[in-house]
């Protein structure tokens, strides 16, 4: 499968790459040019400078993809965040219409859904909850984001996945005792989690838009990974709850 990367060169890209680059051919972009490990670790790989907030750059660079992966994100300039997040979602799923690019794999934090709202005083939240993401710039924008996806999912033959993420950790950091917020999966199972998004079979997702979070198997329960579990397969290698125990 021919997949098209945007914003691959921040903390998720690498491991997404690692995860998708032995089975499909990426172009793999970002408005910075490649790191050298990066080009040096993957050199049968197409590499790229796009910018997201411009539509022209998009459309060219999706021309005969067969899937966009929509990494990019910025966080805190009250500007770039709407033109990134909010913006950047528009050109992605306007790309795909126009060359018929079926499967947008999107990426957020859970914040997008769960907000103060959910995370200060619910337990038990699973994805499909009504959006509450409360007045903060990132979690906003990237709400507005998701819905310009879901809604432009509908109107076209395109099916959007969402994978929403909070913590992630290296192998080295699953430390017992260490602690840490109820959402945490390893960067490993994150790169893993877009592979499954990507290869799932189109008759096997309930809607055209359809949204995952992806953690490890945290024993709060205050978020539920099951509908990940159940629809894309996704069974994390890396054990997180060992943050929680004590130390031998």
């Given amino acids: 499968m021919r997949v098209l990367l945007l914003g691959a060169h921040g903390y998720m890209g690498p491991h997404v790459v690692r995860s998708l680059a032995g ?16 080009r040096n670790e993957f050199p049968n790989q197409e590499f790229g400078i796009v910018d997201i907030t411009s539509a022209d750059q998009v459309r060219q660079v999706a021309r005969g993809m067969d899937a966009i992966i929509n990494l990019a994100v910025v966080r805190q300039d009250p500007v770039l965040a709407f033109r990134v997040n909010m913006l950047g979602c528009y050109h992605v799923m306007q790309a795909a219409a126009e060359h018929g690019i079926p499967r947008v794999i999107n990426s957020g934090p859970h914040f ?112 539920r990974v099951g509908k990940a579990e159940r629809i894309l397969g996704f069974r994390p290698k890396e054990d997180v709850s060992v943050l929680w125990r004590k130390p031998q």
């Fill in 23 to 38: 089975r499909h051919m990426l172009r793999i972009t970002d408005i910075r040019p490649a790191p050298d490990e990066l």
């Fill in 112 to 223: 997008t859904l769960a907000g103060p709202g959910y995370e200060f005083f619910d337990f038990g939240i699973e994805p499909d909850i009504p959006p509450h993401p409360g007045t903060g710039l990132y979690p906003l924008t990237k709400s507005l984001g998701q819905e310009i996806c879901r809604t432009l999912a509908e109107r076209y033959d395109i099916q959007v996945i969402t994978l929403l993420f909070y913590i992630l950790r290296d192998r080295e950091e699953l430390r017992p005792g260490s602690g840490g917020r109820p959402f945490v999966v390893s960067w490993a199972d994150c790169g893993e989690a877009f592979r499954l998004a990507l290869e799932i079979g189109r008759e096997r997702l309930p809607s055209r838009c359809e949204v995952f979070f992806i953690l490890g198997n945290v024993p709060h329960g205050k978020f």
